[in-house]
Each structure stands twice: as structure tokens, then as C-alpha cells.
């Protein structure tokens, strides 16, 4: 049962354009939403989140997009970088109570910025 | 402030024997998240834990592994008797009393 799911498992961009990045979620208890990136032989590191309450969130290059009613979020980066090559991975945060969350993450989409 | 330790990186243990990896949170975080990657798969959730308490144990398969967080010292995610299916790169997470998890480089676990 996958609560959360990146169904593009790589996305190939041209430098200078825009990326693309789109997660599915069926757990209408998240209160969070998170992006994560990972490069080869190193740990997931985050990139922005955005709460259930809102519809978008921008940081510099990166904007996240809520849809709740399709329970959609997408994750754009403009312009893209060769730099921005790695995977990304979509999580949705599980809110226990108090301090207390847990972290649901997607498979990963490989994003392949080209020069 | 060092980010998340986790050691080994690399770990190889014939079939049967046990895997003991270790997660230093960063400074002041106490809450601990162990995560599983098996190849061309995402991370999948494992245990939660803080403090000397498991908050989230329902995706520890329920024989071989255990995971522990005492009041000194790392976090511990054992797998008793390994099998082959076992192989993996297993990430450690660590957050304070907010949202995000800061991740460590992970230990990719060998059986061999």
C-alpha cells in the first residue's frame, strides 16, 4: 500500500528550462508535504516543504504546488541546473501529536539536467 | 555541530550472522528515524524512535530486526541471521522538536 507515489521514475530537462517534478499521495492525514534530493552514495537532504493548509511555497529556484482536492503536489525548479541532477524524492509527514511526526517517502524520480 | 554519523558505511556479513549499524543523531536532536532503500526502490520507513521509546515500530519486519535508542550512546538497528534480501543501504535520520529529518550517508549492508 504506497502512500505516497512518484509514478515518473526519471525526468530528463534541458539546461535553462524548467523541471517538473510530480507526487501522488492517498493519505489524507499528512500534514506536511517534503522534497527531498539525493545524490549517489550520499544521504536524502531537504529541499522545502509545504503545510497541508496551502497551496504553494517558493524558495529561490524551487516551488512546491499543493493540489489537495487531487491530492497532488508537484515540484518545480526554475531554471534548471546540471547541478540539480540527482533524485528527488516526495515524502508526506505523518503528524502523531506534539513534537512527533514520522516521514512517508515516494520511490524517487531521477531528474537529468542536460548543458 | 556535525551532522548525522552513521557507521560502518559499508558492512559485508555472511548469511547468518548478525549487522549492528549505528546512528549518531546531530547535537540536540532526539528523535531518531531508521529507513531502508533495496535497489531501485525508495526509502521505506522502518522504526521511530526518541529517547530509550519506540514511538513507530510498523515497518521493522516482525523477526531479526530491533532497533533501540538508549539514554547514552547511538541508535542501534540490529538485523539478527541475515539473509540475502537483507542487502541494502540503511539511513539514519535525526530531527529536533520540528519538521524536517536531517539524513546521514547511510550504511549499505552487504550479504554475502
Known amino acids: 500500500d504506497q502512500q505516497v507515489k512518484q509514478n515518473s521514475p526519471s525526468l530528463s530537462v534541458q539546461e535553462g528550462r524548467i523541471s517538473i517534478l510530480n507526487c501522488d499521495y492517498t493519505n489524507s492525514m499528512f500534514d506536511y508535504f517534503l522534497w527531498y534530493k539525493k545524490y549517489p552514495a550520499e544521504g536524502p537532504t531537504f529541499l522545502i516543504s509545504?503545510?497541508?493548509?496551502?497551496d504553494k511555497n517558493e524558495d529561490g529556484r524551487f516551488t512546491v504546488f499543493l493540489n489537495k482536492s487531487a491530492k497532488h503536489l508537484s515540484l518545480h525548479i526554475v531554471p534548471s541546473q546540471p547541478g540539480d541532477s540527482a533524485v528527488y524524492f516526495c515524502?508526506?509527514?505523518?503528524?502523531?501529536?506534539?513534537?512527533?511526526?514520522?516521514?512517508?517517502f515516494g520511490k524517487g524520480t531521477k531528474l537529468s539536467v542536460k548543458p | 555541530n556535525a551532522g548525522v554519523m552513521q557507521n560502518p558505511r559499508h558492512l559485508v556479513r555472511r548469511r547468518g550472522q548478525e549487522a549492528r549499524l549505528r546512528c549518531s543523531p546531530m547535537?540536540?536532536?532526539?528523535?531518531v528515524y531508521w529507513y531502508r532503500q533495496l535497489p531501485e526502490e525508495g526509502l521505506k520507513f522502518m522504526v521511530y524512535?526518541?529517547?530509550?521509546?519506540?514511538?513507530?515500530e510498523s515497518g521493522m519486519p516482525k523477526e531479526r530486526f530491533s532497533a533501540e535508542f538508549p539514554k547514552e550512546g547511538p541508535s542501534i538497528l540490529r538485523i539478527q541471521q541475515v539473509v540475502r534480501g537483507d542487502s541494502a543501504a540503511y539511513f539514519c535520520a535525526s530531527s529536533p522538536e520540528r519538521l524536517e529529518a536531517f539524513f546521514g550517508q547511510g550504511t549499505r549492508l552487504t550479504v554475502v
Open positions: 524512535l526518541q529517547k530509550e521509546n519506540i514511538i513507530d
Open positions: 509545504i503545510s497541508s493548509i496551502k
Open positions: 547535537k540536540g536532536h532526539s528523535h
Open positions: 515524502a508526506g509527514r505523518v503528524y502523531y501529536g506534539g513534537s512527533q511526526g514520522n516521514l512517508i
